[in-house]
């Protein structure tokens, strides 16, 4: 069965614009690079936030340094938005999959009455 929602990809497309998925069930070898890509994503801003927070905790930091971790921070973020935006909707594509399979077993039963 084809996705009804399409995946927001973690990679940009062509000229900045987002990226969407629409694949089968299945799950092919896109959709395993972008479970990929969202990993490392979300690991290195975790690996980034355990930075910042050593910088922030007394290491004196010059603005230079300051000004780089904060571009930094913007990505991680942005990144994990994107993961989050692109998990929601498979949620919503999962809820969407039960809501209609409660539909088909209520007529179901309505019919076997």
């Given at each position: 069965?084809?996705?009804?929602?399409?995946?927001?990809?973690?990679?940009?497309?062509?000229?900045g614009q987002r990226s969407y998925l629409v694949a089968?069930?299945?799950?092919?070898?896109?959709?395993?690079l972008a479970d990929e890509m969202e990993e490392v994503?979300?690991?290195?801003?975790?690996?980034?936030?355990?930075?910042?927070?050593?910088?922030?905790?007394?290491?004196?930091?010059?603005?230079?340094?300051?000004?780089?971790?904060?571009?930094?921070?913007?990505?991680?973020?942005?990144?994990?938005?994107?993961?989050?935006?692109?998990?929601?909707?498979?949620?919503?594509?999962?809820?969407?999959?039960?809501?209609?399979?409660?539909?088909?077993?209520?007529?179901?039963?309505?019919?076997t009455e």
């Open positions: 069965m084809v996705s009804v929602h399409p995946r927001l990809l973690p990679w940009p497309g062509l000229a089968d069930d299945n799950g092919g070898i896109l959709s395993r994503q979300l690991t290195m801003g975790a690996e980034l936030l355990d930075h910042a927070t050593e910088i922030l905790g007394g290491r004196k930091a010059g603005a230079l340094e300051f000004r780089f971790l904060s571009t930094r921070l913007c990505e991680a973020l942005r990144d994990a938005l994107r993961v989050a935006e692109s998990r929601g909707g498979l949620l919503a594509e999962h809820d969407d999959a039960v809501a209609e399979s409660e539909e088909r077993q209520a007529l179901d039963d309505e019919v």
